[in-house]
Structures are given as structure tokens and as C-alpha cells.
């Protein structure tokens, strides 16, 4: 039987949101905080894990904290562990992490890739170190690990060419993935890995989950933080894509490294709308964890 798409999802990563729910895997203690966008994400662990025939057997994450220059890089052993330490936040993230890969579905990944004229690589280097953006986003979403995953690399095309460059080559990479899922008879949930607009503050409050510090970094950002989620909620993933490169530009928004496109490509760019599940910054990005039940509306249906 092909494989179906139970559901896409915008899922962000700021490490805060790990360090804020004490999992036992994270070496820093908090108490608490963004428990706004930490809500969200229960609420979609029961959309996406509450109902029997939508249960997925594989969740694909694609993260742009691991940015390769040459091609398109997927995983390619069935077992990885270690210590993912985020750069930046190296106070709030130190998580021992342990991740079973669907090996197969990443093969069939960089094959469908291949004839899109995409160049793929498989990583198959027992020592690599699992990136922070895409241990988040798979934590927040399944906090038991009990899942298999694949994880996506960014290509740099956006950074080295152009916003359009870089989004043609996610449209590509979505059209393959989606190609890979109903080939692999496998029922997935889609993670595109990316905040929104993403100005941030450059100093923290002396405790980093001071609530009484966090807000947007400025209105100019709320603004286009907010059309954009006006054409999800509307179901127009065409001009939401369209839109995009300006999103970019204008509120250096994280899906210029492409998550957010690779996975409405593989969805078929759907027309109906998306669910909210939640909204709200951190350390002044804009963050939303926001839905498309692809099994509710489309039966989960792979269209190739
Ligand atoms: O990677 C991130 C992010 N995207 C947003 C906010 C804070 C930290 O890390
Ligand atoms: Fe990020």
C-alpha cells in the first residue's frame, strides 16, 4: 500500500523551549517559561498521537541548524547518540540525545532527490553530532523518542544565490520526499523546523526564563509574523509561498533556509487551512507551532 502523509507541521526550535521543560536528557535546570508555545506543542501531540489510525510510523525533520554547502544530506545509519550542545545557547542546551533512524525512507529520500536533479549524500558517520534544531523539534513533538526519524539538511542555495534559487530547490526536495514516503508504504508526519521572524535580542535577563524580558523584538516583525500565519489559517500555501522571499528579506524570517516550502511541497501546497496551535516569541524571534492535518482533510493522501 503507498505510503500517506498524516500531517506537516511548522515546529520550532529555540533550545529554550527544551531547557524550560526540564527533560532528564538536558543538563541545565530551568523553572519553567514560553510555556505559551510548550502548550502548543501538547496540543499537537494530541492531534497527532491521540487518535489510533493516525498514529505515523516515521517522522521527517528538516532543520537548518545543519547546513551543508554541497547538496541535500540525509541520515544513513539506524542508530545515533551523543551530546548535542547548542553554539550559542550552550548554557540552556546540553542534551544527551538517542535517535533511531528510518534508514530506508532516507535512501529513498536521496534516490527520488537524484531525479530531481537534486545532488544527495548519505551520512553515514557514526560520530555525528545530531543538531540542535532538529532534536528540538523532534523532543517537542514526541518527547519519547519512541518514533523513527529522518533528518534533513539545509542546503546553503538560499545563502549562496538567492531566496528563489533556494526555494526552487525546496520544492524539488518536497516533490522527491513526498515520492519517497508512498513508495516506502510508510504513514509520516512532517516537521519543517523554523521559527518565523527571527531579529532576536542580544543580551538574556540574568535567569533566561524571566518571563517579564520576553516579548516580540519589534512591531514591524509581530506584523508580518502575522500574515503569514492569516494565509495558514486561510489555506492559501500558494501565495504563502509566493511571499516568502519578501518574509525573508523584510523580518529575516528562518525559512529562508527552506523547511517551511520543502514541506508544503511534499503536502502539494493544500488549500485547507491550517491549524494555530499556538504563537509566541523567544528572546524576541516569533515562534508558532502550526498544523496541517493532512490526514483530516486529505485523508493523508500523497499526491505525486
Ligand atoms: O535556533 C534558534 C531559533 N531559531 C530561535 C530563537 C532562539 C534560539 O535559537
Ligand atoms: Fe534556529
Redesign the pocket.
Known sequence: MAGKIIAGVLSP??PHLVYASNPPQNEPRSEGGWEGLRWGYERLNQSLFSHPDKKPDVILVHS??WMTVVGHHVLGLPHFKGLSVDPIFPHLFRFQYDLKVDVDLSLLIAEEGKKEGLITKVMKNPDFRIDY?AITSCYLTRPEFDIPIVAISSNNSPYYFSNEVGQAQMEKLGRATARAIARSGKRAVLLASN?MSHRHFTTEPEIPEDMSFEHIYHHGQYLWDMEMLKLMKAGRSRQLVDSLPEFMDMALA?VKAGALTWMLSALGFPSYPAEVHAYGSVIGTGNAVVEWDHFKHAGGEVKI
Open positions: 526550535h529555540p537548518p541548524h534544531g521559527s528562518e
